[in-house]
């Protein structure tokens, strides 16, 4: 399917197809808690405090196999490197969760704009505003990644320049044809602005086997906790994941793994891991940088 046939194709899309697939994913938003628990082993700033107003504002238990930090610390520490790399000073990140990142790098004067859900957004708000001093380049937004109408309300916070959209952890929840959406969403806003995206969810399926390797009960538990049983919605390989791309009309696609960033990540000492125990992991799993 070529780009346009792509496009098209929405308009034949019933209202009750169109509800399913704009559809709120709160249930997703408890993962955030967990991915939360994991970063607050690393020395990645505002992580620990973040996760500590978490464990006493928010229900639940948060607990996760420690031998997902290094992977969660990785993935974190990557795209922020690869930030950096493409020096874009505005930021959009889709799905952000309970990050640090905006609360980072907008103190260092980058305009960046936050959207997750409306349960997420609002916890978020809340931590800022009692935990930090919050400031003008920071701007969190309520919203679904799958729907056009809520990019158009945080490009209202950017001006009209190259930006990076950013995220993390979103895409694995969804179906193909919700994937598809969410990357086509992307490239409208691209489109307008230039720049690039930043995402760590086109890994393909063999960083799942290696994660059941490390932690075969870790993905269960993640199962549990949301209602979206997505696992099987894989990419196949590196192959599978430029084609899908490029027929959303990408076709300037980068690849890093997580193993870049292994002598940066403070979990292992941390959580008293072997620091060669999760390389295979690593070593699968992937950040792309992609451009129209």
């Known amino acids: 399917m070529n780009i346009t046939e792509n496009r098209n194709s929405k308009k034949n899309l019933n209202k009750h197809e169109s509800d399913k697939l704009l559809e709120p994913f709160e249930s997703v938003s408890n993962t955030a808690l967990l991915t939360s628990y994991s970063r607050s082993f690393s020395d990645i700033p505002y992580e620990k405090e973040i996760y500590d107003w978490l464990s006493k504002n928010c229900n ?66 809340r931590l800022i505003n009692e935990l ?15 729907n056009y109408d809520d990019y158009i309300k945080c490009d209202s916070y950017l001006n009209d320049n190259e930006i990076i959209i950013v995220n993390e952890g979103l895409l694995r929840y969804l179906t193909f044809d919700e994937k598809r959406r969410v990357g086509e969403n992307i490239y409208q806003l691209l489109k307008k602005h230039g720049g690039v995206w930043i995402t760590s969810d086109v890994t393909p399926k063999r960083f799942i086997q290696e994660q059941e390797k490390l932690t075969p009960k870790s993905n269960n538990d993640i199962n549990n906790i949301n209602s979206r049983k997505n696992l099987n919605d894989r990419f196949e390989d590196e192959n599978h994941i430029r084609t899908f791309l490029k027929e959303i009309g990408f076709n300037n696609i980068e690849l890093h ?36």
Do not use: H, W
């Open 132 to 146: 930090f001093k919050p400031n003008d380049n920071l701007k969190v937004v309520s919203g679904n990644a799958l």
């Open 257 to 292: 793994q997580f193993i870049e960033v292994k002598d940066e990540l403070k979990s292992f000492d941390a959580l008293d891991i072997d620091k060669d125990l999760c390389d295979s992991l690593l070593e699968s799993a992937i950040v792309a940088i992609i451009r129209i």
């Open 60 to 125: 639940g238990e948060f607990k996760f196999n420690k031998l997902r930090a290094p992977e969660m610390e990785a993935r974190y520490k990557l795209i922020d490197q690869l930030i950096k790399k493409v020096d874009i000073p505005q930021i959009l990140e889709l799905a952000s969760g309970y990050s640090s990142r905006g609360l980072i790098f907008s103190s260092e004067g980058y305009k960046y704009v936050e959207m997750d859900l409306e349960t997420v957004a609002s916890n978020k708000k």
